[in-house]
């Protein structure tokens, strides 16, 4: 590939630091990434909202900011794609339904205020599947447009990995940052639960909703992650504390070589053949570095518990879009609100009460290894746009809120994506971008 001719093919940190020393301008790089988008958007769809002249014009003030001297952020003048449940004071944000129609905030999201602090430039809105639950919006997979790119961030995995943009944000309140990564064959990163804030992000569910990112390498995704961890009082679940030094941390050699524990998990037979042949074939090659770890009975539940908490939560976050609107939602959305109205009081708090000891379970396997190696989808991405295929893999990891993090390692019976899962302690995620990396170099 040659990132001089093309610069839609330079890594972010690339891009960033090409921008920085002026071998290329973010005019040059943005009209470079909407090129691309208007060759292939026809046939991906990852985009809801797009102005061209609005991107260029970011482009041109950042490239302006440059030649004036002044201070530059970590991703001055690069393109980043963002879901469109993030407020935008200079975008629509229509959450993926016609409820929301129109709908124009007066302020960004703090993520989104971040970016652009870091210097970002805010290519466009990315398509989300409807309330970023599970009725598909129009993007498919880049690798084979019959299938699904995944959900709910359908259109950012789908940008990234089709090169439109070197970055995306989405968010993940079970798979949907992981599953569509691992789908469109790029790397997804779901940090700790309350180290991003979700102010000015449409709200699911509280305990389970996480912002995560889209990236094209490990460094990249540290890259972007970090520059969204800064403490906001308004999001109730954040604490005050440094901000974690991520890429200078995956960029480093681990002290001593990594152990993973392969942990299968309860829902270990929803996955294809080609997915457990070839896990086989990575616990095999990683040797004495990976050893099966089997979690306790009480994890038998944690698929149950996630989906008490998910339900009786949508039906109070879109309690006004199920009363104004009920016949405009899709069956399935509304099939969960449904019952999620029907969860008793004493169902959703002892779900709630049984992440702790989910989490001390954990934490004695953390005591031995560095990171929990586990697929991240039951399979390939699945043919036909119905749906966007399972998040089962990775509903445990959600509910306990533990950062996660999909490496495009494997390639399934179809030659289509197959990401591999690495789990982190809670907390500790420069630790699990650091083994991350380590693992990509390893095989």
């Known amino acids: 590939m040659n990132t001089a001719s093309d610069p839609t093919l330079l890594s972010a940190v690339e891009a960033a630091g090409a921008i920085r020393d002026g071998r290329i301008t973010s005019e040059a790089l943005v009209t470079a990434c909407l090129d691309r988008i208007a060759a292939l958007e026809e046939r991906i769809g990852a985009w809801a909202h797009l102005d061209p002249g609005h991107a260029l014009n970011q482009a041109r003030a950042a490239d302006l900011a440059r030649r ?54 805010l290519l466009g809105k990315t398509v989300t599947t409807e309330l970023a639950v599970f009725s598909p919006g129009k993007t498919r997979n880049p690798h084979d447009p019959s299938r699904t790119p995944g959900g709910s961030s359908s259109g950012s995995a789908a940008a990234v990995a089709a090169f439109m943009a070197p970055l995306a944000i989405g968010t993940q309140s079970n798979g949907s940052v992981i599953r569509p990564a691992s789908y469109c064959g790029v790397y997804g990163y779901k940090p700790s639960h309350g180290l991003i804030s979700r102010h000015g992000v449409l709200q699911q569910s509280r305990p389970l909703d996480q912002v995560g990112v889209f990236a094209r390498t490990v460094e990249d995704a540290a890259l972007i992650a970090e520059q969204m961890m800064a403490y906001d009082d308004r999001d109730p679940d954040m604490r005050p504390r440094a901000r974690p030094a991520l890429r200078k941390t995956a960029l480093e050699e681990p002290p001593i070589p990594p152990r993973l524990a392969f942990v299968k998990t309860p829902v270990w037979g929803q996955a294809e053949e080609d997915t457990k042949e070839a896990f086989a074939e990575l616990a095999a090659h990683l040797g004495e570095s990976a050893v099966e770890v089997a979690l306790p009975e009480l994890f038998d539940e944690a698929v149950g518990l996630h989906r008490a908490i998910m339900e009786a939560d949508l039906a109070r976050s879109f309690e006004r879009e199920y009363a104004d609107g009920k016949d405009r939602l899709s069956p399935i959305l509304r099939e969960m609100i449904e019952r999620g109205q029907k969860v008793l009081a004493v169902e959703y708090n002892r779900a ?92």
């Open 68 to 121: 004036e001297g002044k201070a530059l952020g970590a991703l001055h003048g690069v393109p980043v794609g963002v879901k469109d449940i993030f407020d935008t004071k200079d975008m629509p944000t229509e959450d993926g339904t016609v409820l929301h129609a129109g709908h124009r905030p007066m302020e960004d999201a703090t993520a989104v205020a971040l970016l652009r602090e870091a210097g970002a430039i």
């Open 352 to 443: 709630l009460s049984q992440i702790p000891a989910l989490n001390q379970a954990l934490d004695k396997v953390f005591e031995w290894h560095d990171g929990i190696l586990t697929p991240a989808t039951t399979g390939e991405a699945p043919v036909g746009l119905e749906s966007t295929g399972s998040p089962i893999f990775c509903t445990l990891w959600t509910l306990c809120g533990m950062p996660a993090i999909t490496l495009p390692m494997m390639q399934g019976a179809n030659g289509m994506p197959i990401g591999v899962q690495l789990v982190g302690a809670r907390g500790d995620d420069a630790r699990l971008l650091r083994t991350a990396r380590w693992l990509v170099n390893r095989t």
